[in-house]
């Protein structure tokens, strides 16, 4: 389907150990690999895949860098089926994940863990994809309907829900018509005004596109921000960003 979330990316600073780790507690397999003189991308998920469920791209620069976590991305959100979510979490504890937020201090009705980056990893409660299928992506928005508004102008995404507290707002995204099993985008809006560093250690979201061309078109049409075109990319992808300035990458994908 044109305009679901493909992958998230997020960078590694030892390709090894966080290949280990999703493979390894997330069950996760090796779904394809791009090999560059100066980077590795590999693109991560679960063996059984809905045909519009997102997968995971760790990042490695061959240069050793390391990178700041910063606070405008949140995590990402792994399912796991209702019943399932504190044997789940024992799971991890027993295979020596580090314990951050168990599910009796989350009510019971999520978890989280880190990965060996220390991106947070939000443990859900689906009854719908495969157990660890990514279930969303979190990022956070100074303007909540100017956050809203991008999402539904420029890719004619909706809700799917909403959760108002106190304090913030979170705000579930996709395109009309998208599979339950498909990545949501939350847009997470804290009430207080506060301002958020991007940092680098997440990279972008991934919209698929059936035409690369005439997405890139409509996106312009509708006034989104031209940052990386699809001819400087060699018409294989192209980017933009949101008014918050997280990269939303605009992918035509290939069998090859």
């Given at each position: 389907?044109?305009?679901?979330?493909?992958?998230?990316?997020?960078?590694?600073?030892?390709?090894?150990?966080?290949?280990?780790?999703?493979?390894?507690?997330?069950?996760?397999?090796?779904?394809?690999?791009?090999?560059?003189?100066?980077?590795?991308?590999?693109?991560?998920?679960?063996?059984?895949?809905?045909?519009?469920?997102?997968?995971?791209?760790?990042?490695?620069?061959?240069?050793?860098?390391?990178?700041?976590?910063?606070?405008?991305?949140?995590?990402?959100?792994?399912?796991?089926?209702?019943?399932?979510?504190e044997s789940?979490?024992?799971?991890?504890?027993?295979?020596?994940?580090?314990?951050?937020?168990?599910?009796?201090?989350?009510?019971?009705?999520?978890?989280?863990?880190?990965?060996?980056?220390?991106?947070?990893?939000?443990?859900?409660?689906?009854?719908?994809?495969?157990?660890?299928?990514?279930?969303?992506?979190?990022?956070?928005?100074?303007?909540?309907?100017?956050?809203?508004?991008?999402?539904?102008?420029?890719?004619?995404?909706?809700h799917t829900?909403?959760?108002?507290?106190?304090?913030?707002?979170?705000?579930?995204?996709?395109?009309?018509?998208?599979?339950?099993?498909?990545?949501?985008?939350?847009?997470?809006?804290?009430?207080?005004?506060?301002?958020?560093?991007?940092?680098?250690?997440?990279?972008?979201?991934?919209?698929?596109?059936?035409?690369?061309?005439?997405?890139w078109e409509?996106?312009?049409?509708?006034?989104?921000?031209?940052?990386?075109?699809?001819?400087?990319?060699?018409?294989?992808?192209?980017?933009?960003?949101?008014?918050?300035?997280?990269?939303?990458?605009?992918?035509?994908?290939?069998?090859?």
């Amino acid at each position: 389907m044109s305009g679901v979330l493909d992958h998230v990316m997020l960078r590694v600073e030892d390709l090894d150990e966080s290949l280990d780790w999703y493979k390894t507690h997330l069950d996760y397999e090796e779904k394809g690999r791009w090999e560059a003189d100066t980077f590795t991308n590999v693109y991560l998920g679960p063996e059984e895949m809905h045909e519009e469920g997102a997968m995971l791209e760790l990042t490695y620069n061959h240069d050793d860098r390391s990178y700041e976590m910063g606070d405008a991305w949140g995590h990402i959100a792994v399912r796991v089926p209702e019943d399932e979510l504190e044997s789940s979490y024992q799971q991890l504890m027993d295979e020596g994940v580090e314990d951050y937020r168990d599910p009796e201090s989350c009510g019971g009705r999520y978890a989280f863990v880190k990965d060996p980056d220390g991106h947070e990893v939000e443990i859900v409660k689906r009854n719908h994809g495969s157990k660890w299928s990514l279930d969303h992506t979190m990022i956070r928005v100074e303007d909540a309907d100017e956050a809203l508004g991008f999402w539904t102008r420029k890719f004619e995404y909706e809700h799917t829900g909403r959760w108002e507290s106190d304090t913030f707002a979170n705000y579930f995204m996709k395109p009309e018509g998208a599979a339950e099993e498909a990545m949501a985008v939350e847009l997470t809006y804290n009430y207080d005004g506060r301002t958020y560093d991007m940092g680098d250690a997440w990279g972008h979201l991934c919209v698929r596109a059936d035409d690369l061309g005439e997405y890139w078109e409509t996106l312009l049409e509708r006034d989104a921000e031209e940052y990386r075109d699809p001819e400087s990319c060699d018409n294989r992808y192209a980017f933009t960003k949101d008014q918050d300035g997280h990269e939303i990458e605009i992918l035509e994908p290939t069998d090859n």
